[in-house]
């Protein structure tokens, strides 16, 4: 899906996630004290939004223009507190400038082709401070057969195998692991990878 489809997608004037941040989000990063914060295709900008109200300063990313001006509309209706430590931006996550020195990465629900993934994915991790977290959340392969809902390209998918096997040389693993998640439809099988860039001279994930 490119970018204009997902513009179309936007354009409806309901939220297409709805307005309350991710819960798995929540669950992970409610204890976590607040930094900077990257969000990569944030869409309308739920989870940034979230985090800047418990005091994080958050730059989202997303390609869709409409999804950005629906982040903007959104966090207006916020305390300017919350506001200023919003930043959002039109830019496509393989490729957009968005600095560095970041405590906390995101790609939740970002579906690309491996390769593209990986590479944003690194990009990301290379944007982190020294021990600083990425999370990566969103629909397992095992979701096609044994779920509901989601993209129905295989080719986008992936497993906490797949995370782990791509980045055990970059990040430090905390979690890889699938979760179940309850939908009106029925059971929806996600991937959940959390880890952190290693401080200097720290090995990775060595056996």
Known sequence: MDAHAWDERYSQNDLVWGSPPNAVVVEQLTALPHGRALDLACGEGRNSLWLATRGWHVTGIDYSSVAIDKARTLASR?????????????????????????????????????SQRNHAVRRAIDSLKPDGILMILGHDSSNLEHGVGGPQDPEILYTPEDLTHDL????????????????????????????????????????
């Open 78 to 114: 916020s305390p300017r507190s919350v506001r200023e430590r919003l930043d959002y931006r039109t830019g496509d996550i393989t490729d957009a400038e968005w600095g560095e020195s970041y405590d906390l990465a995101l790609l939740i629900y970002v579906h690309l082709p491996r």
């Open 168 to 207: 055990a040389d970059a990040v430090r693993i905390d979690i890889s692991e699938r979760r179940l998640r309850e939908t009106e439809a029925g059971t929806a099988i996600d991937a959940l990878f959390i880890g952190r860039r290693p401080t200097l001279g720290t090995e990775v994930n060595r056996a």
